[in-house]
């Protein structure tokens, strides 16, 4: 590509700059307020800490960053998403780090982690057992949260998953809807009585594999 030019161009009061280390960084969620402060939420490799993890980044009005946290364990944790949750927000995505003194990588599982909006970790879970692989959204709900995402490991079909979390990080409850045809939860929204409403696609082979679109509330 033949750019011509570095030069990037001021419109009004938007700046543009670069923030990132010596690996790789991404920005996958963007959460900002009337005034312009800014938290955005992402993945760094090799990049502020050797590895793979959790990051977010908190900017002030004028766009100037106030700070940024890396988040995880001893192995890989990649973050998937993240959600507003109260005055801080829910990170979530997949991690390969023990979290029980062990030095051994386990498997993939998601990690949840909560965090204040000044980036300090509140708690951190992670949802063994059940065969949830990934979660795509979550969603505040009567004080709760709700994550949403799909079940699949060990080689099974992938099942529509949702997980209810308490504000301090228990687990309330898990489930898995199977419906003998791939299922993915994709979104999620506040829903009537403190529940949540759930969207996703089911992958139907009758139907040339295409999605078809569902709600659960």
């Avoid at 799909?150 to 199977?178: F, N």
Wanted: aromatic share 10%.
């Amino acid at each position: 590509w033949d750019l011509g030019t570095t030069d990037i161009e001021v419109v009004g009061s938007w700046r543009a700059q670069l923030v990132s280390g010596s690996g790789t960084d991404l920005a996958r969620k963007a959460f900002c307020r009337p005034d312009g402060a800014c938290v955005y939420l992402g993945l760094t490799r090799d990049s502020f800490v050797p590895g793979t993890h959790f990051l977010a980044m908190g900017e002030v009005p004028d766009q100037r960053y106030q700070w940024a946290r890396t988040y995880g364990g001893s192995d890989a944790d990649e973050l998937d998403g993240g959600a507003a949750a109260g005055d801080g927000f829910l990170l979530f995505g997949s991690s390969t780090s023990a979290f029980a003194g062990a030095a051994t990588p386990v498997a993939a599982r998601p990690l949840l982690v909560r965090i204040d909006g000044a980036g300090a970790p509140l708690w951190a879970r992670t949802l063994d057992g059940g065969g949830i692989e990934r979660m795509h959204d979550a969603t505040a709900a009567g004080g709760d949260l709700v994550v949403v995402g799909y079940a699949g490991l060990g080689g099974t079909t992938p099942a529509v998953a949702v997980v209810r979390v308490g504000a301090d990080g228990a687990l309330r409850w898990a489930q898995i809807y199977d419906v003998g045809e791939p299922g993915y939860a994709v979104a999620a929204a506040p829903g009537p009585d403190g529940g949540a409403i759930v969207a996703g696609y089911l992958l139907q082979p009758n139907v040339g594999f295409a999605g078809t679109p569902f709600l659960l509330g």
